[in-house]
């Protein structure tokens, strides 16, 4: 054959990790390879619009309501104001039964696809392992865009817990009631991998690590202090892999003095509007700018102050790399797109890995963290000026955003997949993935 | 657009000034003329059939813009260095009803202002006269943009800086722009053309960091111009004119990748191309397969850790 090798991206269907991919898969085409993607068919455009070719799994057969996500959001926002150990019953676990749903949904067409692609490597950057893709017999290099708790090691607190390093007792409850409401669906998903002749994972795990290689988003600085160091032929540190975007003009606003701060939630915080109303009314009592990402919203707000623009999208890391300070919801893309641009973060998390990120950043003076709905007008105010007089942190966070910028991420990680596609053979057990077995005491 | 209409402290030109100025701008393409080239002030006044006070009114204006200069006791010519679009085809500045009326429309799309309002509370907002906000209301109706309610109140239309308006605008113009020029007596304005060109390949030589979406945004609306401009039929003309100075609301287009920006930027030097050589069938065609590409395409939501996108229901296919 001898063409560019063709490089098959599979992200989760969430804005964080496709687009963590496009910045790798633009590495890939710079490097002459041929990247291409495989998506959820709700995530048809987003690849194409960089110039990818996409290939969509087919929609499940269920048309859903034209309130799907507002009835999700509104299911779902009092769970967000629980403490990470409340959201396991209420939140992680249903999301968790969606997940292996999609997994078990998305088989057959996948292996399908993959065989008619035959692709020189595939990229996961998901939270659940496909079978298909371990059955299709193709190099694959799985890419960690969660925090680095996703990997488990006795020294990092639990995935989604939003512990403290060393918090022993809060570990032990953490753990026994997350395995016990997510045992269940774990048994499910490994009754399903054993049907495709994949060996059951460990309980709490639903993705192995790649025998091929690894690749974890997680910046030095805030990296963890592992009991068992990850073996550096298997994991590469990517230094956070922020992807290029275009430029972006800061618009101007009515009230034009003060410092610049973008605030978004992503898509899913975007429609807690209530939330962002209260936020923009603290926002009018402060001299600063806020710019805030309200997603497909707008209309739900009124009596916009002038030192506020909505807006539907940003370019985000453009932005980000123009703000004095960042208000996020701990989602690990926005975490790395802060430090990548020496911006100081106040976190205020709803779920998943966002807890885990805000405890972090705290640990690491890399950010404050809030809590997202109880907070009063006086208390916010305290928390962005405290973040952007400290210039400590300021400082510290500018050294080690020339570093991260300086490292090239993506570069790295186009290099290592391409290292993958080349091999032929699977390399033997080693390391993280003999080691997982090894725990595993079913 | 976000320019020039906050500078609120210096005066407003007379909207009679800036129609002369434009009209003038009209002569001077038509004439050909050059950089350098002597516009004689009565000369000017009979070809427009005005008084030279406000020739002169208007030539003071082009010379703020750069366009021309003024040499004392030799009158106005035009500049030594217009080069490119936005040299022949400034954007002057608006009158200040206009001016009003653009601050509005902001404000209402940033959603400061509510969907009704009154004239007082309008002309408080923006410490303006009941004449001038009156005027700039009416030119924002005459826009579809506004109504006015019972009592003192107006109400706002709905913006289209949604994506479902940004989806009905592609396929709005799915049905007319092609249209526009397979259409017998399609004009295509030459010079406007020509210089277009010279602005899109300098923006396509620009690195990926200063790939300005703001200067592609205003290039594609001139592109579409020249379409709407050239069109023999007039309804046509006018029908795409109006709807892009809609488009040319804050909102109303989708912001795009860097990589689907020069694809488009390839796009309409393409149909240049062969606008250029007069085989507009096959720019319509090319038209055609840039709108479709154009069409947003973003999915509404979904999130790490949320469930996996269900078949969300979109439009436009």
Same mark, same amino acid.
């Given at each position: 054959?001898?063409?560019?090798?063709?490089?098959?991206?599979?992200?989760?269907?969430?804005?964080?990790?496709?687009?963590?991919?496009?910045?790798?898969?633009?590495?890939?085409?710079?490097?002459?390879?041929?990247?291409?993607?495989?998506?959820?068919?709700?995530?048809?455009?987003?690849?194409?619009?960089?110039?990818?070719?996409?290939?969509?799994?087919?929609?499940?057969?269920?048309?859903?309501?034209?309130?799907?996500?507002?009835?999700?959001?509104?299911?779902?926002?009092?769970?967000?104001?629980?403490?990470?150990?409340?959201?396991?019953?209420?939140?992680?676990? $249903?999301?968790?039964?969606?997940?292996?749903?999609?997994?078990?949904?998305?088989?057959?067409?996948?292996?399908?696809?993959?065989?008619?692609?035959?692709?020189?490597?595939?990229?996961?950057?998901?939270?659940?392992?496909?079978?298909?893709?371990?059955?299709?017999?193709?190099?694959?290099?799985?890419?960690?865009?969660?925090?680095?708790?996703?990997?488990?090691?006795?020294?990092?607190?639990?995935?989604?817990?939003?512990?403290?390093?060393?918090?022993?007792?809060?570990?032990?409850?953490?753990?026994?009631?997350?395995?016990?409401?997510?045992?269940?669906?774990?048994?499910?998903?490994?009754?399903?991998?054993?049907?495709?002749?994949?060996?059951?994972?460990?309980?709490?795990?639903?993705?192995?690590?790649?025998?091929?290689?690894?690749?974890?988003?997680?910046?030095?600085?805030?990296?963890?202090?592992?009991?068992?160091?990850?073996? $550096?032929?298997?994991?590469?540190?990517?230094?956070?892999?922020?992807?290029?975007?275009?430029?972006?003009?800061?618009?101007?606003?009515?009230?034009?003095?003060?410092?610049?701060?973008?605030?978004?939630?992503?898509?899913?915080?975007?429609?807690?509007?209530?939330?962002?109303?209260?936020?923009?009314?603290?926002?009018?009592?402060?001299?600063?700018?806020?710019?805030?990402?309200?997603?497909?919203?707008?209309?739900?707000?009124?009596?916009?102050?002038?030192?506020?623009?909505?807006?539907?999208?940003?370019?985000?890391?453009?932005?980000?790399?123009?703000?004095?300070?960042?208000?996020?919801?701990?989602?690990?893309?926005?975490?790395?797109?802060?430090?990548?641009?020496?911006?100081?973060?106040?976190?205020?998390?709803?779920?998943?890995?966002?807890?885990?990120?805000?405890?972090?950043?705290?640990?690491?003076?890399?950010?404050?963290?809030?809590?997202?709905?109880?907070?009063?007008?006086?208390?916010?105010?305290?928390?962005?000026?405290?973040?952007?007089?400290?210039?400590?942190?300021?400082?510290?966070?500018?050294?080690?955003?020339?570093?991260?910028?300086?490292?090239?991420?993506?570069?790295?990680?186009?290099?290592?997949?391409?290292?993958?596609?080349?091999?032929?053979?699977?390399?033997?057990?080693?390391?993280?993935?003999?080691?997982?077995?090894?725990?595993?005491?079913? | 657009?976000?320019?020039?209409?906050?500078?609120?402290?210096?005066?407003?030109?007379?909207?009679?000034?800036?129609?002369?100025?434009?009209?003038?701008?009209?002569?001077?393409?038509?004439?050909?003329?050059?950089?350098?080239?002597?516009?004689?002030?009565?000369?000017?006044?009979?070809?427009?059939?005005?008084?030279?006070?406000?020739?002169?009114?208007?030539?003071?204006?082009?010379?703020?813009?750069?366009?021309?200069?003024?040499?004392?006791?030799?009158?106005?010519?035009?500049?030594?260095?217009?080069?490119?679009?936005?040299?022949?085809?400034?954007?002057?500045?608006?009158?200040?009803?206009?001016?009003?009326?653009?601050?509005?429309?902001?404000?209402?799309?940033?959603?400061?202002?509510?969907?009704?309002?009154?004239?007082?509370?309008?002309?408080?907002?923006?410490?303006?006269?009941?004449?001038?906000?009156?005027?700039?209301?009416?030119?924002?109706?005459?826009?579809?943009?506004?109504?006015?309610?019972?009592?003192?109140?107006?109400?706002?239309?709905?913006?289209?800086?949604?994506?479902?308006?940004?989806? /009905?605008?592609?396929?709005?113009?799915?049905?007319?722009?092609?249209?526009?020029?397979?259409?017998?007596?399609?004009?295509?304005?030459?010079?406007?053309?020509?210089?277009?060109?010279?602005?899109?390949?300098?923006?396509?030589?620009?690195?990926?960091?200063?790939?300005?979406?703001?200067?592609?945004?205003?290039? /594609?609306?001139?592109?579409?111009?020249?379409?709407?401009?050239?069109?023999?039929?007039?309804?046509?003309?006018?029908?795409?004119?109006?709807?892009?100075?809609?488009?040319?609301?804050?909102?109303?287009?989708?912001?795009?990748?860097?990589?689907?920006?020069?694809?488009?930027?390839?796009?309409?030097?393409?149909?240049?191309?062969?606008?250029?050589?007069?085989?507009?069938?096959?720019?319509?065609?090319?038209?055609?397969?840039?709108?479709?590409?154009?069409?947003?395409?973003?999915?509404?939501?979904?999130?790490?850790?949320?469930?996996?996108?269900?078949?969300?229901?979109?439009?436009?296919?």
């Amino acid at each position: 054959m001898g063409g560019p090798p063709t490089i098959a991206f599979f992200p989760e269907a969430s804005f964080g990790a496709a687009l963590n991919c496009v910045g790798i898969a633009r590495a890939l085409r710079d490097k002459g390879a041929r990247p291409v993607f495989i998506c959820h068919a709700g995530f048809s455009g987003v690849f194409s619009e960089y110039g990818f070719q996409e290939h969509h799994l087919p929609a499940s057969d269920t048309t859903a309501p034209e309130t799907y996500w507002q009835d999700f959001i509104s299911r779902h926002l009092p769970h967000f104001d629980l403490a990470p150990i409340d959201q396991i019953e209420t939140y992680v676990a $249903p999301t968790w039964e969606a997940i292996v749903d999609t997994a078990v949904e998305a088989e057959a067409p996948l292996f399908a696809l993959l065989q008619r692609l035959r692709p020189d490597a595939v990229v996961v950057d998901n939270v659940v392992m496909f079978p298909a893709i371990a059955r299709a017999g193709i190099p694959w290099v799985r890419v960690v865009s969660c925090a680095e708790t996703e990997l488990p090691d006795a020294n990092v607190p639990p995935y989604l817990s939003g512990l403290k390093a060393g918090d022993a007792a809060g570990r032990a409850a953490f753990d026994a009631r997350y395995q016990s409401v997510i045992g269940p669906i774990h048994a499910r998903y490994n009754q399903f991998r054993a049907r495709h002749g994949l060996p059951g994972l460990p309980p709490a795990q639903f993705l192995e690590t790649s025998p091929w290689h690894n690749l974890l988003l997680a910046p030095s600085i805030l990296r963890r202090d592992r009991a068992a160091p990850l073996d $550096p032929a298997l994991f590469t540190y990517l230094e956070g892999c922020v992807r290029q975007e275009a430029p972006f003009d800061v618009p101007d606003f009515a009230r034009k003095a003060g410092p610049l701060v973008y605030v978004s939630f992503g898509s899913l915080g975007a429609m807690d509007t209530s939330l962002i109303q209260r936020l923009i009314a603290a926002f009018a009592e402060f001299p600063a700018r806020f710019l805030v990402n309200v997603g497909g919203f707008r209309d739900a707000y009124r009596a916009v102050p002038d030192n506020v623009i909505l807006e539907r999208w940003f370019p985000q890391p453009s932005v980000v790399a123009k703000a004095d300070l960042f208000i996020h919801h701990g989602g690990n893309n926005s975490f790395c797109e802060a430090l990548y641009s020496g911006v100081p973060s106040i976190i205020m998390p709803y779920c998943w890995d966002g807890h885990d990120n805000a405890r972090r950043a705290v640990e690491t003076g890399t950010g404050y963290m809030l809590q997202r709905s109880d907070w009063a007008p006086e208390d916010l105010h305290k928390t962005i000026r405290t973040a952007l007089d400290d210039l400590g942190m300021g400082d510290r966070l500018k050294a080690n955003g020339r570093d991260m910028a300086a490292f090239s991420g993506v570069d790295l990680a186009a290099e290592k997949i391409l290292a993958v596609a080349r091999q032929r053979e699977m390399p033997s057990v080693r390391g993280s993935t003999r080691m997982l077995r090894e725990t595993w005491k079913p | 657009m976000e320019t020039s209409e906050r500078r609120t402290s210096t005066p407003r030109p007379r909207q009679n000034h800036l129609d002369l100025a434009r009209r003038i701008l009209d002569l001077v393409r038509d004439r050909a003329l050059g950089p350098g080239a002597h516009l004689p002030e009565q000369l000017l006044a009979s070809q427009c059939n005005v008084s030279r006070t406000p020739v002169r009114a208007a030539l003071k204006l082009l010379a703020d813009q750069g366009v021309a200069v003024h040499e004392p006791g030799r009158g106005y010519r035009l500049s030594d260095d217009l080069v490119g679009a936005s040299a022949l085809f400034p954007r002057l500045p608006g009158a200040a009803e206009e001016d009003l009326a653009g601050r509005i429309i902001r404000d209402r799309a940033a959603r400061r202002l509510d969907e009704a309002i009154t004239v007082g509370e309008v002309a408080r907002r923006y410490q303006s006269d009941r004449r001038t906000v009156l005027k700039a209301l009416g030119a924002l109706a005459d826009d579809g943009l506004v109504s006015r309610a019972p009592g003192q109140s107006w109400v706002f239309a709905h913006l289209p800086d949604s994506p479902e308006s940004q989806s /009905d605008s592609i396929e709005y113009r799915l049905v007319l722009e092609p249209a526009a020029l397979v259409l017998p007596g399609f004009a295509l304005d030459h010079d406007r053309s020509a210089a277009l060109r010279r602005e899109l390949v300098a923006l396509l030589a620009e690195p990926d960091e200063r790939l300005d979406g703001g200067r592609f945004g205003r290039l /594609d609306l001139e592109f579409h111009m020249l379409i709407a401009r050239g069109a023999a039929n007039r309804y046509l003309s006018e029908a795409l004119a109006a709807h892009h100075r809609l488009r040319e609301l804050p909102g109303a287009t989708a912001r795009v990748s860097v990589v689907r920006l020069r694809q488009s930027i390839q796009e309409h030097l393409q149909i240049i191309d062969h606008m250029e050589v007069g085989q507009f069938a096959v720019a319509a065609d090319l038209l055609r397969v840039h709108l479709r590409l154009s069409g947003s395409q973003r999915p509404r939501a979904a999130n790490r850790g949320a469930p996996p996108l269900a078949a969300t229901p979109r439009r436009g296919g």
